[in-house]
């Protein structure tokens, strides 16, 4: 391990053995040999451990298929090569991993003296933005309008999912009298461009047939994206991060179950952005829940 280890809870899984026919020599690819992997894997686990809910971090089981499935795999020639599979297998397994890092053992490496091992270690930086999308709507059936925009917006390449968090309930700010939203936030990992992910949000919102005759109006869907990893603009067409966001308790108390550590660029840490805001009339609806998309 490196001495400098990047921010955040790790999961590792250590000494996975699997048969391979990786190497060099042409006996190594038709003979074959046992190969070890170990994975770190570095998140935050705070939103799981305080839902005591496996949807929310690494499940090591079907990581560890993965990574078998791929020493078992075609060959190749290098562990430098495996090692880079196998990083890209363990981001595609566990979005919500931040970093990932591989060693692969090669313990029966044709050397041709006594030895105890061979290995390569990596660390790769799992390969896209952090976004978080907020998601609203007070008209007809407001969960399942909120679960298809989490579908629509999964749908196709470019976007996956590392959390949803809880559903809250609102009580509307501005605008003429209209019934109670519901909110939740989805944070996922974009390698979309800003205009893209705001392109397939607006698709979603049309989806569900999201009409803007008056400001602060109800509305069926609404989907703003809060933060698109450290970027900062002023571009009216997408102003990052959302200027209203951090004000904003029914953005924010989701934001913080999904991802305690949440911070604004320029603005703070969500946790304390959250002390802050008037609370009233934003409630949890444990009742009620989102499902990330089948």
Not at 23 to 42: K, M, T
Not at 108 to 119: L, M, N
Not at 287 to 293: A, E, G, H, Y
Request: negative net charge.
């Amino acid at each position: 391990m490196s001495a400098e280890q990047p921010a955040g809870d790790r999961i590792t899984l250590i000494g996975l053995r699997v048969f391979g026919y990786h190497g060099v020599l042409d006996a190594e690819r038709e003979e074959g040999q046992e190969f070890i992997v170990d994975a770190v894997l570095w998140l935050d686990t705070a939103a799981a451990a305080a839902a005591d809910d496996l949807e929310l971090t690494a499940n090591y089981a079907a990581l560890a298929d993965r990574l078998a499935a791929v020493v078992a795999g075609p060959p190749v020639r290098l562990i430098e090569t495996l090692a880079q599979r196998l990083a890209e297998a363990a981001t595609a397994t566990e979005p919500r991993a931040r970093e990932v890092e591989i060693t692969v053992h090669k313990p029966h490496a044709p050397v041709g003296h006594r030895f105890e091992d061979v290995s390569v270690t990596i660390r790769r930086p799992a390969k896209g933005q952090h976004a978080v999308l907020a998601l609203g709507s007070n008209l007809g059936d407001r969960l399942a309008t909120l679960q298809g925009a989490v579908q629509e917006l999964l749908t196709g390449p470019g976007l996956t999912l590392t959390a949803l968090s809880p559903v809250y309930e609102t009580a509307p700010v501005g605008g003429p009298p209209q019934p109670d939203y519901l909110n939740a936030v989805l944070i996922a990992r974009a390698a979309l461009t800003p205009p893209a992910l705001l392109h397939r949000c607006q698709q979603a919102e049309q989806a569900f047939h999201r009409t803007r005759p008056e400001v602060w109006g109800p509305r069926t869907l609404d989907v703003d994206i809060i933060v698109y990893g450290d970027l900062v603009s002023d571009d009216p067409a997408l102003t990052l991060p959302h200027p209203r966001a951090w004000q904003r308790a029914f953005v924010l108390a989701p934001w913080l179950d999904a991802e305690p550590a949440a911070e604004i660029p320029g603005r703070g840490r969500v946790a304390g952005l959250l002390a802050a805001a008037d609370r009233s009339g934003v409630r949890r609806r444990d009742d009620l829940k989102l499902r990330p998309p089948s």
